[in-house]
């Protein structure tokens, strides 16, 4: 696959800034150490453990763009996390503080935040980035029952009813809300897990609907509120704006910027990786 074809490729996901580093030594570890030196300090790459630190079992290694791609992808997102930023996936990311505000945020939030991917070409790193708006649904089933949504209408879409903390993941497919009859006033959800399938009860006030705009705007109708929910994503994803490459463009230039200032330059062992602030240009 050429340069261009694979530019082509991963064009969907926004504009390519380069990766500048540093290198230092990796090694290979013949079994398993990660509770011992720590998840963080090492990435599986084929079935084998790597990491920037040494130690006995431990073979020093000649790195590899595509082990070095990985090890940088990984220390990436640990910093995110680590000044803050929450991910929707593996790969989409906003912080609490870049909530958008609206008519119903206490219904919903949006938060406006991006996409990456690490992409190497010609053996050089490239850091992918595109802005991407993102929406979390603040009612719990049990409250949207006790705004007066008939429980019989809540069924047959995603849920997540993980901790706060861990919210962002999917966990199931609604089936339906029971009610226990041996306790007053309490309803249960009947989920069929994602992960293994099997069916689990959980009560309604730790369940939260699946944060899709079409989803967010047919739960407002059952509140007797009409409003454009996808219209509003829609423009805020300059899906509808008559420039909407150059917007995009200057979106993603700002949150390259804010890159720089807390991200940038990452470091760990003996590696520092930088990040350019202009875009790659991509010429046929």
Known sequence: MSTLDVFKVYARFG??????????????????????????????????????????????????????????TKQ?????????????????????????????????????GFEFRTVLVDESILLCIDPHIMLRINYSLGQLIQKGVPPSQLSDFS???????????????????????????????????????????????????????ELIQELLRKLGIEYDVVALQRQLSFLDSKTASRDRLLKTLEIVKQLQNEIFPLQFGEFKVELEAEPVVIRS
Not at 26 to 42: A, Q
């Open 76 to 112: 990436f997102a640990l910093r995110l996390r680590n000044v803050g930023y929450r991910f929707r996936g593996d790969y989409r990311a906003y912080k609490l503080e870049s909530q958008i505000g609206h008519t119903y945020s206490d219904f919903f939030s949006i938060f406006q």
């Open 159 to 213: 849920v997540t009813f993980s901790s706060e903390d861990e919210r962002e993941r999917i966990d199931g497919y609604l089936i339906e809300i029971l009610k226990r009859e041996s306790e007053e006033a309490s309803f249960f959800c009947k989920i069929k897990g994602y992960r293994d399938f099997a069916e689990v009860m959980a009560p309604v006030d730790s369940v939260f609907p699946e944060s899709r705009p």
């Open 15 to 72: 504009n390519f800034f380069r990766i500048h580093y540093t290198t230092g030594k990796l090694f290979r570890w013949d079994g398993d150490p990660r509770e011992e030196i720590g998840y963080d300090k090492t990435i599986v790459f084929e079935g084998k453990v790597y990491s920037y630190e040494g130690g006995e079992g431990a073979l020093e290694i000649t790195l590899t763009p595509q082990i070095l791609k990985s090890m940088i």
